[in-house]
């Protein structure tokens, strides 16, 4: 294992705590387990493979090393090399592989160790995967997944190459779909859900969420895609939201709680396909809408939830439409630089109070 990998590994351990009853999915008295969000992508795939021979594993180092977050860990011991194939290090394959497979009946589930590297199996992806299934006139599927980490370190260091969040880039692909979980539950239900799909699915995984924890249904479910998640109800603010920063959402509606601002947090879950009817449905109710992702400001995924709030709900605003989000910079080494890279929770505590004042 490199450097590099060895040094990604540790990420997940430094990860901000959070309050355990934060997010809380499942309801009472229904069996359910409390684990990582790593694990629980770790248990979906085993189980999945489980029950579907065709379902296997390729990426590099994703055998013994569990690849860079150490999410397959145990996987190899447990299936075997047929099933969980170390690649070499070249994406482009990696993805040319998994299509190929994935049209003779397979249904691979790929891992790139970071989000940054996937340009290099771009054509593999946009020009291929993406576009089968219309050229063969629906003959052909394509259900495969691509499985990579996204996001800044948040003051970890992890640099310019290795912290992007690129979920726009794909979801800017007809033929493709986006995962982005929060929660442990989520990257579970999500996960069995894309497995299962006919078509290629983008699952990104933030990389700080990986050892955040929380509660897992024991018995077997799956989560739709296009389906936002109300995480908080609320009736004075829409906050929207995906991935890392649904967890600065709910912290700053539950401080905004006790100054009387009621939030509802809509998580996104699936960035294509978008869940338009829940977010109207959320800001027609509150009558003010923000907007947080951690994706580049510029061109990224909040100016498309600001058009869908406008398209959705605009009679209903009773302010204008607040989004908060990355720099449009590339990410820089430095641990201070780095921290003000992205919103927080006091960012968005900030905002939801400017938007009060209308």
Same mark, same amino acid.
């Given at each position: ?25 499942? *309801?009472?008295?229904?069996?359910? +387990? ?17 029950? #579907? ?37 070249? =994406? ?63 003051? +970890? ?34 996960? +069995? ?28 479910? @799956? ?33 905004? =709680?006790?100054?009387?601002? @009621? ?9 294509? *396909? ?7 449905? @959320? ?10 992702? =951690? ?15 406008? =398209? ?5 605003? +009773? ?9 449009? @910079?590339?990410?820089?080494?430095? #641990? ?23």
């Amino acid at each position: 294992m490199t450097n590099l990998t060895r040094d990604a590994v540790s990420l997940g351990a430094k990860a901000p705590v959070m309050p355990p009853d934060l997010i809380v999915q499942i *309801p009472a008295g229904v069996p359910a +387990k409390e684990m990582t969000m790593a694990e629980a992508i770790r248990e979906a795939l085993a189980e999945e493979m489980e029950r #579907d021979p065709r379902v296997f594993l390729l990426g590099e180092d994703i055998g013994k090393h569990g690849g860079a977050f150490g999410v397959t860990r145990t996987l190899f011991d447990r299936f075997g090399a047929e099933r969980v194939r170390n690649t070499p290090i070249s =994406e482009n394959t990696i993805i040319g592989a998994a299509t190929g497979a994935a049209l003779v009946g397979m249904r691979p589930v790929a891992e790139i160790m970071f989000v940054d590297f996937s340009g290099l199996a771009m054509d593999q992806i946009a020009n291929q995967a993406a576009k089968l299934r219309l050229m063969t006139g629906g003959q052909a599927k394509v259900p495969w997944v691509l499985r990579m980490p996204q996001g800044g370190g948040a003051g +970890k260091s992890t640099a310019a190459q290795h912290s992007q969040s690129l979920e726009v880039w794909y979801a800017h692909i007809p033929g493709l779909k986006v995962a982005l979980p929060s929660t442990p539950y989520d990257a579970k239900g999500l996960m +069995k859900t894309a497995i299962r799909d006919d078509n290629p699915v983008i699952f990104l995984e933030h990389k700080l969420l990986y050892s955040f924890r929380g509660l897992v249904p024991e018995q077997d479910y @799956s989560l739709p895609f296009g389906k936002c998640d109300i995480k908080r109800l609320g009736s004075d603010v829409t906050i929207i939201a995906s991935g890392y920063m649904v967890w600065h959402a709910m912290l700053a509606a539950r401080t905004l =709680e006790q100054e009387g601002i @009621s939030v509802e947090v809509v998580d996104v879950r699936t960035v294509s *396909p978008l869940d338009e009817e829940t977010i109207g449905a @959320s800001v027609r109710k509150t009558g003010r809408a923000l907007v947080v992702a =951690e994706a580049c400001r510029s061109y990224g995924p909040t100016g498309e939830w600001a058009m869908v709030v406008m =398209e959705q709900a605009f009679d209903y605003l +009773k302010a204008p439409i607040r989004r908060l989000a990355g720099r449009f @910079s590339p990410v820089p080494f430095a #641990d201070s630089l780095e921290n003000g890279m992205w919103p927080d929770t006091e960012d968005v505590i900030a905002a939801a109070r400017d938007l009060m004042q209308y």
